[in-house]
């Protein structure tokens, strides 16, 4: 589980499907569930309090990408009201070098978009945990919207072996 602070008001908790192996993704009440858990450690190690946007990502090959935005209130509290919005539908692409995928990684099955003179990878299959954190420490993943307009605009490769 990665943690990181965008800024002052943005975080994004990324979960690896390997950390959650017993967890249904897409039963809505194990998910909310497990984010609830995790949103206690987060609000106690952050000190978050008032209005809180929870967007939850899922995707079958990665896991869960949950962004915790801090919205305005109009009161003054020391409680949280969190507001959740799940998106089962976006896809995750990997801001990638062509020649790192084909070079560092075993990856065999995936869709390969080329979009604004850059490559993205969509997975299409399991790959190792290895090659995930190979690909989180080398890549920008693109989670949210954007994806949508990558895959609708770009120009689509083949992964050669």
Partial sequence: MIFYEVDTDNY??????????????FNIDEVEDFIKNIFKNFVKTYKLKGDVLLNIYID??????????????????????????????NAFL???????????????NA???FYNNK???????????????????????IWDDRSF??????IKLKLAS
Wanted: net charge negative.
């Fill in 94 to 108: 990997y801001e990638v070098d062509y020649f790192y995928i084909l070079d560092n990684t075993s990856i065999k």
């Fill in 60 to 89: 079958l090959y990665y896991g869960i990408i949950v962004e915790v935005k801090k919205e305005d209130s109009f009161y003054d509290s020391d409680e949280i009201d969190a507001r959740v919005v799940f998106h089962l539908n």
């Fill in 149 to 154: 307009e990558i895959i609708n605009k770009a």
């Fill in 111 to 113: 869709n390969v978009y």
């Fill in 119 to 141: 490559f993205y990878l969509e997975l299409t299959d399991e790959i190792s945990i290895s090659d995930k954190y190979k690909l989180s420490e080398a890549c920008d993943i």
């Fill in 12 to 25: 994004v908790v990324k979960i690896f499907n390997e950390e959650i192996y017993d967890l249904d993704i």
